[in-house]
Protein backbone atom coordinates (compact mmCIF):
# COMPACT_ATOMS: atom_id res chain seq x y z
CA UNK A 1 0.00 0.00 0.00
CA UNK A 2 1.13 3.56 -0.76
CA UNK A 3 1.30 5.95 2.57
CA UNK A 4 1.14 9.53 2.52
CA UNK A 5 4.31 11.67 3.30
CA UNK A 6 8.31 11.23 2.76
CA UNK A 7 9.04 7.98 1.01
CA UNK A 8 11.00 5.33 3.27
CA UNK A 9 14.36 3.34 2.28
CA UNK A 10 14.54 -0.03 2.70
CA UNK A 11 16.54 -1.42 5.29
CA UNK A 12 20.66 -1.62 4.55
CA UNK A 13 19.95 0.70 1.99
CA UNK A 14 21.25 4.19 1.64
CA UNK A 15 19.84 7.32 0.02
CA UNK A 16 22.36 8.29 -2.42
CA UNK A 17 20.57 11.02 -4.50
CA UNK A 18 20.52 14.80 -3.79
CA UNK A 19 17.68 16.38 -1.68
CA UNK A 20 17.28 19.16 -3.71
CA UNK A 21 17.54 20.81 -7.00
CA UNK A 22 20.86 21.64 -7.38
CA UNK A 23 22.25 20.60 -3.93
CA UNK A 24 26.07 20.37 -3.26
CA UNK A 25 26.78 16.67 -3.23
CA UNK A 26 30.27 14.38 -2.23
CA UNK A 27 29.63 11.06 -2.98
CA UNK A 28 30.28 9.14 -6.33
CA UNK A 29 27.17 8.27 -6.80
CA UNK A 30 25.42 11.51 -5.63
CA UNK A 31 27.83 13.10 -8.29
CA UNK A 32 26.68 10.62 -11.17
CA UNK A 33 23.18 10.67 -9.95
CA UNK A 34 23.37 14.61 -10.74
CA UNK A 35 24.75 14.56 -13.71
CA UNK A 36 22.11 12.28 -15.15
CA UNK A 37 19.40 14.53 -14.22
CA UNK A 38 20.95 17.36 -15.35
CA UNK A 39 21.25 16.12 -19.03
CA UNK A 40 17.40 15.03 -18.71
CA UNK A 41 16.83 18.70 -17.62
CA UNK A 42 18.96 20.19 -20.49
CA UNK A 43 17.52 17.66 -23.60
CA UNK A 44 13.94 18.78 -22.05
CA UNK A 45 14.95 22.77 -22.01
CA UNK A 46 16.82 22.45 -25.52
CA UNK A 47 14.04 21.03 -28.00
CA UNK A 48 15.60 20.27 -31.35
CA UNK A 49 16.18 23.40 -33.65
CA UNK A 50 13.69 23.60 -36.98
CA UNK A 51 15.62 22.98 -40.20
CA UNK A 52 13.68 26.21 -41.74
CA UNK A 53 11.81 29.14 -40.40
CA UNK A 54 10.39 32.10 -42.63
CA UNK A 55 13.20 33.54 -44.91
CA UNK A 56 15.79 31.25 -43.28
CA UNK A 57 17.19 28.01 -43.01
CA UNK A 58 18.43 26.75 -39.73
CA UNK A 59 21.40 24.71 -38.60
CA UNK A 60 22.63 24.25 -34.68
CA UNK A 61 26.17 22.62 -33.53
CA UNK A 62 27.17 22.31 -29.84
CA UNK A 63 30.51 20.92 -28.56
CA UNK A 64 31.63 21.84 -24.54
CA UNK A 65 34.90 22.92 -24.48
CA UNK A 66 35.88 20.75 -21.38
CA UNK A 67 34.22 17.60 -21.50
CA UNK A 68 33.77 17.71 -17.71
CA UNK A 69 32.07 21.04 -18.56
CA UNK A 70 29.33 18.55 -21.30
CA UNK A 71 26.07 19.68 -18.82
CA UNK A 72 25.84 23.19 -18.46
CA UNK A 73 24.09 26.71 -19.19
CA UNK A 74 24.39 26.61 -22.79
CA UNK A 75 20.99 27.02 -24.63
CA UNK A 76 19.20 28.59 -28.17
CA UNK A 77 15.75 29.11 -28.61
CA UNK A 78 14.09 29.68 -31.81
CA UNK A 79 10.01 30.24 -31.59
CA UNK A 80 7.28 32.24 -33.71
CA UNK A 81 6.20 35.81 -32.90
CA UNK A 82 3.67 36.84 -35.37
CA UNK A 83 3.73 34.98 -39.09
CA UNK A 84 6.72 35.59 -40.59
CA UNK A 85 8.27 36.95 -38.00
CA UNK A 86 10.68 34.66 -35.62
CA UNK A 87 12.99 34.69 -32.10
CA UNK A 88 16.40 33.52 -32.44
CA UNK A 89 18.02 33.22 -28.95
CA UNK A 90 21.64 31.46 -27.70
CA UNK A 91 22.45 32.18 -24.21
CA UNK A 92 24.26 30.63 -21.31
CA UNK A 93 24.41 30.56 -17.87
CA UNK A 94 27.18 30.62 -15.47
CA UNK A 95 28.27 27.54 -13.91
CA UNK A 96 27.92 24.30 -15.03
CA UNK A 97 26.01 21.07 -13.97
CA UNK A 98 22.24 20.52 -12.38
CA UNK A 99 22.42 23.99 -11.03
CA UNK A 100 23.01 25.88 -14.04
CA UNK A 101 21.32 23.76 -15.75
CA UNK A 102 18.32 24.50 -13.90
CA UNK A 103 18.58 28.07 -14.37
CA UNK A 104 18.02 27.94 -18.13
CA UNK A 105 14.63 27.01 -17.34
CA UNK A 106 14.24 30.40 -15.62
CA UNK A 107 15.83 32.59 -17.60
CA UNK A 108 14.17 30.68 -21.12
CA UNK A 109 10.46 30.55 -20.04
CA UNK A 110 10.78 34.37 -18.49
CA UNK A 111 12.44 35.72 -21.79
CA UNK A 112 9.68 34.03 -23.70
CA UNK A 113 7.33 35.44 -21.47
CA UNK A 114 8.75 39.33 -21.76
CA UNK A 115 9.55 38.93 -25.93
CA UNK A 116 5.52 37.91 -26.16
CA UNK A 117 4.46 41.01 -24.36
CA UNK A 118 6.73 43.58 -25.13
CA UNK A 119 6.72 45.73 -28.61
CA UNK A 120 10.30 46.01 -28.43
CA UNK A 121 13.55 44.09 -27.78
CA UNK A 122 15.51 46.27 -25.52
CA UNK A 123 12.10 46.59 -23.03
CA UNK A 124 11.60 43.21 -22.51
CA UNK A 125 15.24 42.28 -22.23
CA UNK A 126 15.84 44.59 -19.50
CA UNK A 127 12.85 44.18 -17.54
CA UNK A 128 14.41 40.67 -17.54
CA UNK A 129 17.16 41.64 -16.23
CA UNK A 130 15.95 44.19 -13.63
CA UNK A 131 13.61 40.91 -12.60
CA UNK A 132 16.08 38.50 -12.23
CA UNK A 133 18.53 41.08 -9.44
CA UNK A 134 15.52 42.41 -7.47
CA UNK A 135 14.70 38.89 -6.83
CA UNK A 136 17.75 37.32 -6.72
CA UNK A 137 17.14 34.23 -9.40
CA UNK A 138 20.27 33.75 -10.35
CA UNK A 139 23.38 32.22 -8.52
CA UNK A 140 25.73 33.62 -11.22
CA UNK A 141 25.30 36.04 -14.57
CA UNK A 142 23.56 35.32 -18.19
CA UNK A 143 25.01 35.99 -21.67
CA UNK A 144 21.98 36.68 -24.19
CA UNK A 145 21.89 37.43 -28.03
CA UNK A 146 18.18 38.14 -28.61
CA UNK A 147 17.24 38.60 -32.31
CA UNK A 148 13.92 39.05 -33.81
CA UNK A 149 13.72 38.43 -37.87
CA UNK A 150 11.01 39.49 -39.70
CA UNK A 151 10.93 37.48 -43.49
CA UNK A 152 8.96 39.76 -45.20
CA UNK A 153 11.42 42.41 -44.51
CA UNK A 154 14.63 40.49 -44.32
CA UNK A 155 15.57 42.52 -41.16
CA UNK A 156 17.05 41.30 -38.17
CA UNK A 157 16.49 43.14 -35.22
CA UNK A 158 18.96 42.30 -32.22
CA UNK A 159 19.90 43.02 -28.57
CA UNK A 160 23.19 41.14 -27.24
CA UNK A 161 23.57 40.96 -23.67
CA UNK A 162 27.61 40.48 -23.38
CA UNK A 163 27.49 37.58 -25.82
CA UNK A 164 30.18 36.40 -28.11
CA UNK A 165 29.31 38.98 -31.18
CA UNK A 166 27.46 37.18 -33.82
CA UNK A 167 28.80 36.99 -37.42
CA UNK A 168 27.05 37.65 -41.13
CA UNK A 169 29.08 36.48 -43.88
CA UNK A 170 27.67 38.52 -46.55
CA UNK A 171 27.01 36.82 -49.96
CA UNK A 172 27.55 39.34 -52.58
CA UNK A 173 31.15 40.34 -51.22
CA UNK A 174 32.55 37.74 -48.66
CA UNK A 175 32.87 40.25 -46.06
CA UNK A 176 32.24 39.03 -42.64
CA UNK A 177 30.49 42.07 -40.47
CA UNK A 178 30.28 41.56 -36.57
CA UNK A 179 26.64 41.88 -34.20
CA UNK A 180 28.83 42.72 -30.87
CA UNK A 181 27.48 43.39 -27.65
CA UNK A 182 24.89 46.44 -27.23
CA UNK A 183 24.70 46.01 -23.65
CA UNK A 184 25.85 44.18 -20.20
CA UNK A 185 25.52 40.66 -19.23
CA UNK A 186 22.10 39.85 -17.78
CA UNK A 187 22.03 39.24 -13.91
CA UNK A 188 25.49 41.60 -12.86
CA UNK A 189 24.32 44.96 -12.70
CA UNK A 190 21.20 46.91 -11.04
CA UNK A 191 19.24 49.32 -13.96
CA UNK A 192 21.52 48.18 -16.58
CA UNK A 193 20.36 49.52 -20.13
CA UNK A 194 20.24 47.63 -23.55
CA UNK A 195 20.56 49.06 -27.06
CA UNK A 196 18.12 47.23 -29.76
CA UNK A 197 20.58 47.16 -32.82
CA UNK A 198 19.10 46.15 -36.92
CA UNK A 199 20.78 44.40 -39.86
CA UNK A 200 19.14 43.82 -43.19
CA UNK A 201 20.31 40.30 -44.45
CA UNK A 202 19.79 39.49 -48.24
CA UNK A 203 19.67 36.01 -50.10
CA UNK A 204 22.88 34.17 -49.71
CA UNK A 205 24.02 35.75 -46.23
CA UNK A 206 24.95 33.52 -43.37
CA UNK A 207 24.66 34.14 -39.87
CA UNK A 208 26.16 32.95 -37.14
CA UNK A 209 25.10 33.43 -34.01
CA UNK A 210 27.86 32.15 -30.77
CA UNK A 211 28.13 31.12 -27.11
CA UNK A 212 32.02 30.22 -27.85
CA UNK A 213 33.30 30.90 -24.31
CA UNK A 214 35.97 28.28 -22.70
CA UNK A 215 36.84 29.68 -19.44
CA UNK A 216 35.98 32.76 -17.10
CA UNK A 217 35.37 35.45 -19.83
CA UNK A 218 32.02 36.57 -20.21
CA UNK A 219 32.64 39.63 -19.45
CA UNK A 220 34.29 40.24 -22.61
CA UNK A 221 32.59 40.20 -25.76
CA UNK A 222 35.57 40.77 -27.68
CA UNK A 223 37.53 37.84 -27.35
CA UNK A 224 38.28 35.00 -29.82
CA UNK A 225 36.38 32.12 -29.94
CA UNK A 226 37.24 29.16 -29.88
CA UNK A 227 34.35 26.25 -28.82
CA UNK A 228 30.86 26.07 -27.92
CA UNK A 229 27.54 26.15 -29.30
CA UNK A 230 26.19 27.98 -32.32
CA UNK A 231 23.21 28.63 -34.03
CA UNK A 232 23.99 28.72 -37.89
CA UNK A 233 21.27 30.50 -40.48
CA UNK A 234 21.45 31.29 -43.74
Known sequence: QRRRGRPRWPPG????????????????????????????????LQPAVPTSIPGMELADYYHPAL????????????????KGVTFLVVGDLSGKGLAAASQVATVR??????????????????????TLVENDLLTGFATLFVGRFDAHTSVLNYVNCGQ?????????TGRVEELPATGPILGGFEGAAYTEETVVLA????????????????????????????????
Not at 70 to 82: Q, R
Not at 205 to 233: K, N, Q, S
Open 13 to 44: VERTGPRRLGEQVSEPGDALLQVGVAEQLQQA
Open 109 to 130: NMLRFALYNGRTLAGPVATLGR
Open 164 to 172: DAGLVLRAA
Open 67 to 82: EEAGVGGDFSDVFAAD
Open 203 to 234: RGDVLALLEARAGPTYACPWHPFELGTGLYVS
